[in-house]
């Protein structure tokens, strides 16, 4: 199946799991996960929250990350990847100055 993120409705996620701004994305979401391209403007975040059920792979296509994940801090720019495992928590902010665009994948386990 070919997903087509340019041809995909934009959604507007306001306070995104307790975030902060906007989370901008397009998605392909079923019973097997969640497919997302997202943006976040500078100053904005997802919330801190927990992976129970799955988990969740987020890749930097441009800007840079910071994240919250269980007890600490990273850090990831464009290249980079996250990865949060079931049963851990984590949260993705934007404290750059640039639009951070990401694509993230949430497979239902």
Excluded: W
């Excluded at 800007?63 to 993705?92: I, R, W």
Aim: net charge negative; proline share 4%.
């Amino acid at each position: 199946m070919i997903i087509n993120f340019d041809k995909t409705e934009e959604t507007r996620l306001p306070e995104f799991k307790g975030g902060k701004g906007e989370t901008i994305a397009r998605m392909r979401v079923d019973e097997l996960g969640k497919i997302m391209y997202g943006r976040l403007e500078p100053g904005s975040s997802i919330g801190f929250h927990a992976h129970e059920t799955n988990s969740e792979i987020i890749y930097i296509i441009s800007g840079k990350a910071d994240f919250l994940y269980d007890d600490g801090t990273e850090e990831a720019v464009s290249g980079e990847c996250h990865y949060c495992p079931k049963g851990h928590s984590h949260s993705m902010i934007n404290n750059g100055s640039e639009d951070l665009v990401f694509f993230a994948v949430v497979p239902e386990q």
